[in-house]
């Protein structure tokens, strides 16, 4: 969860190999889903419902969202500038 989603994404490609970090350590940083919200807490609350789900249960809720699985960094980047 994050404020700057683009921020956030730079600060995963810094983190790259950094074994203290998921995302470091598993080199996270291609951008395939994401959800936006008013309210904190909404976000707060759909992250922690989606990390109790299955891979399987994620994996088709990005094929809904993005089916051919691209990376959506530069559409946020864009998006920013």
Same mark, same amino acid.
């Given at each position: 969860?994050?404020?700057?989603?683009?921020?956030?994404?730079? =600060?995963?490609?810094?983190?790259?190999?950094?074994?203290?970090?998921? $995302?470091?350590?598993y080199y996270c940083y291609?951008?395939?889903?994401?959800?936006?919200?008013?309210?904190?807490?909404? $976000?707060?609350?759909? =992250?922690?419902?989606?990390?109790?789900w299955s891979r399987k249960?994620? =994996?088709?809720?990005?094929?809904?969202f993005n089916p051919d699985?691209?990376?959506?960094?530069? =559409?946020?980047?864009?998006?920013?500038?």
């Amino acid at each position: 969860m994050t404020n700057e989603l683009s921020r956030r994404m730079d =600060e995963h490609v810094l983190n790259a190999g950094n074994p203290d970090s998921f $995302a470091g350590r598993y080199y996270c940083y291609h951008l395939v889903y994401y959800e936006r919200f008013t309210y904190v807490q909404h $976000a707060i609350d759909r =992250e922690k419902q989606i990390k109790k789900w299955s891979r399987k249960k994620k =994996e088709e809720l990005i094929n809904t969202f993005n089916p051919d699985w691209d990376a959506l960094n530069e =559409e946020i980047k864009e998006m920013r500038d």
